[in-house]
């Protein structure tokens, strides 16, 4: 069993910045790809960024060249860097490492981001 627990999120300004941070139950971070999701209510959930274990990184298009994402592997950790933050980055922000067929796709609990003045 896997488990994933985001933190970071709250209420920033446009412009502003956040750094959420997703913690593993195990170092899987190294083993499996992992991504981070967002959601916001009435909409399906989007893909934000992933990270492979031999560190390639996919970003959207919609947060490229503000939005980061990075690996502690020593503490399994990862990180989504979010800098020049819109109100339209308001969503949940969820964690995901998909272990299929080996094992089941897990997300965390989700963080809420509200970007607003």
């Known amino acids: 069993q896997v488990q994933l627990v985001e933190s970071g999120g709250g209420l920033a300004q446009p412009g502003g910045s956040l750094r959420l941070s997703c913690a593993a139950s195990?170092?899987?971070?190294?083993?499996?790809?992992v991504g981070w999701y967002r959601q916001v209510p009435g909409k399906e959930r989007e893909l934000v960024a992933t990270?492979?274990?031999?560190?390639?990184?996919n970003i959207a298009d919609s947060v490229k060249d503000r939005f980061t994402i990075s690996r502690d592997n020593t503490e399994n950790i990862v990180y989504l860097q979010m800098n020049n933050l819109k109100a339209e980055d308001t969503a949940v922000y969820y964690c995901?490492?998909?272990?299929?067929?080996?094992?089941?796709?897990?997300w965390g609990q989700g963080t809420q981001v509200t970007v607003s003045q």
């Open positions: 990270l492979s274990p031999g560190g390639r990184i």
């Open positions: 995901n490492v998909d272990l299929r067929p080996l094992a089941g796709n897990y």
């Open positions: 195990g170092r899987i971070f190294s083993i499996y790809p």
